[in-house]
C-alpha cells in the first residue's frame, strides 16, 4: 500500500478499482515486466547482431515461438532489424491471443479493433505468403498508423484496412467471386493502391486530428489501404462492398480485441503519471466508457465478429483490462444468446504463464504473475447448425 501512495493513483481510478476488486499495488511494480520483440519468422538468425547491436541479450520466450524478452528500459530503435522491420514490439501476452486463433496459411483473418496494429502484424506474418488479412478500426488517425506499420513490416501485400464501425462492419473476404458478377456495367475498379492520398481524404484526416472517431459521413466503411495481393484491384465497389453470403463467404479467423479500459497494460497506466491523471480520467474513465456504454460495445463488438465468421471458423475475444464486467461477463452473456457458439480450450495455454478466468475455458494473464501485460482470451468457435442442435 505504500508503495501505491508513491504512484499516487488518481482517486477516481482507485474507486475503479476497488469496485471492480482490482488490487492496486500491481501498478507499483514498475521493472518486473519486460519488453517482448518478435522476430519475424526467417531473421531468428539475426539475434546475435541484434544482441550486439542493443548491448543486452535476446531471452527467448519458451512458450511463444518468435518472441524474445528484453529488460524494459532497452531501446529497439537503434537495431537495424528494427529500422529494417524485420523485428517488431509486441506484448507477449497480446502474442498468446493472437496465436489462439491457430491461423494457418491460406486463411482469411479479421482484425476487428486493428489499430495501432502489432497483432495484425502478427497475423500477417502466420499467413505468411497465402490468405488475406482485414483490419477494421473506428479512429483514422490509429487507422494511418497502422497502415504505416504494415508497410514498414513489409506485410501490406495481402492486407486490407477499412475506416469502420466493427459493430456494423459487413464487407467479406474475397474468396472465389462469381465470374463476371459486375459483367454488364462500366463502373471503374480499383486500382494500385497508391501513397499519394486524394484530396478529400487528406481534408478528413486533418479533421480526424481533431476527432479521434471520425468516420465516414456515409457511415459506409471507407478501405483506406490494400496491398498487391490482397484481392482488391481490380474489383468493383460492388463486388468489393458485396454482401455477405453466410454459407461460404465468413471470415476464417477473427479477432476482436476490443476497446476496453486498458487497466490490465501496467505501463500504459504508468505512463500517466507523466501524462498528467486528468488524461487518464478522461481517456480511461470516462463515464461513457466505463458505465454500461462500454460493455454494451464490446458484446456488440463480439456478436457482430462472430456474425462475419465462417461455420467451423474461430473468434479471439480479448482485452487488456483485468474486469470480470469487460470480459467474462460479456463472452456469459454472449455464449447464453448463441447456440451456435462454443468456448474452446486453448490448447497451448498450458504453457503459458497464464490462470484460468472465471468462466472455464477463459484465460489471464495477471501482471503480478505473468511478467506480461495484463490480458484476458476467450477462443470461441462457430458450430455448424447440426453441431449446434
Ligand atoms: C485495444 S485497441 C486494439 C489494439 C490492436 N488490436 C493492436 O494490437 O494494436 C482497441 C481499438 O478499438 C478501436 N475501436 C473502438 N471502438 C470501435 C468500433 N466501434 N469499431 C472498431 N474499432 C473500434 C479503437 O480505436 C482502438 O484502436
Redesign the pocket.
Known amino acids: 500500500m505504500g508503495e501505491t501512495s508513491k504512484l499516487q493513483l488518481p482517486e477516481t481510478f482507485l474507486s475503479f478499482l476497488e469496485a471492480n476488486g482490482l488490487d492496486p499495488s500491481i501498478y507499483t511494480h514498475r521493472d518486473s515486466i519486460p519488453r517482448y520483440v518478435r522476430l519475424k519468422p526467417g531473421f531468428e538468425d539475426l539475434v546475435g547482431e541484434i544482441e550486439y547491436e542493443i548491448n543486452c541479450k535476446l531471452e527467448k520466450v519458451n512458450w511463444l515461438p518468435g518472441f524474445y524478452s528484453i529488460p524494459p528500459d532497452v531501446q529497439i530503435a537503434r537495431s537495424m532489424a528494427y529500422q529494417q522491420g524485420k523485428m517488431y514490439g509486441?506484448d507477449a501476452a497480446?502474442g498468446a491471443a493472437v496465436s489462439a486463433l491457430g491461423i494457418s496459411p491460406g486463411d482469411h483473418v479479421l482484425?476487428?479493433?486493428?489499430?495501432?496494429?502489432?497483432?495484425?502484424c502478427m497475423m500477417l506474418d502466420l499467413l505468411g505468403e497465402k490468405g488475406t488479412a482485414t483490419g477494421?478500426?473506428?479512429?483514422r488517425h490509429?487507422?494511418a498508423a497502422?497502415r504505416t506499420m504494415l508497410r514498414k513490416y513489409g506485410l501490406g501485400q495481402r492486407s486490407r484496412l477499412f475506416l469502420?464501425?466493427?459493430?456494423t462492419?459487413s464487407v467479406p473476404p474475397i474468396t472465389n467471386l462469381p465470374c463476371g458478377s459486375c459483367a454488364d456495367d462500366h463502373e471503374e475498379t480499383f486500382k494500385e493502391w497508391t501513397s499519394r492520398r486524394p484530396y478529400k481524404e487528406r481534408k478528413q484526416e486533418a479533421k480526424a486530428k481533431n476527432n479521434?472517431?471520425f468516420l465516414p459521413q456515409n457511415g459506409q466503411p471507407e478501405i483506406i489501404f490494400y496491398g498487391q495481393s490482397s484481392g482488391v484491384i481490380g474489383l468493383k465497389k460492388k463486388e468489393l462492398y458485396r454482401p455477405l453470403d453466410q454459407k461460404d463467404c465468413g471470415y476464417d479467423k477473427v479477432?476482436v480485441?476490443?476497446?476496453?479500459t486498458?487497466d490490465g497494460s501496467i505501463k500504459h497506466i504508468q505512463k500517466f503519471e507523466q501524462w498528467g491523471w486528468t488524461t487518464l480520467e478522461r481517456r480511461v474513465l470516462d463515464a461513457e466508457r466505463t458505465d454500461r456504454n462500454l460493455t454494451a460495445?464490446q458484446l456488440?463488438?463480439l456478436r457482430n465478429g462472430f456474425r462475419l465468421l465462417k461455420q467451423g471458423g474461430t473468434l479471439v475475444y480479448s482485452?487488456?483490462s483485468l474486469t470480470l464486467a469487460q470480459n467474462e461477463d460479456v463472452v456469459d452473456q454472449f455464449l447464453d444468446e448463441n447456440s451456435s457458439a462454443e468456448l474452446q480450450e486453448i490448447e497451448t495455454a498450458k504453457d503459458w504463464p497464464c490462470t484460468s478466468g472465471r468462466t472455464p475455458k477463459t484465460v489471464r494473464f495477471d501482471p503480478s504473475t505473468s511478467a506480461t501485460s495484463g490480458l484476458f482470451v476467450a477462443k470461441i468457435r462457430k458450430l455448424a447448425p447440426k453441431e449446434a442442435a
Do not use: M, Q, Y
Open positions: 509486441i497480446s482484425d476487428l479493433c486493428a489499430a495501432p496494429g502489432a497483432k495484425l477494421v478500426d473506428v479512429a490509429r487507422l497502422c469502420a464501425d466493427g459493430t462492419f479521434n472517431f479477432l480485441d476490443a476497446e476496453c486498458h460495445l456488440n463488438l482485452t487488456c
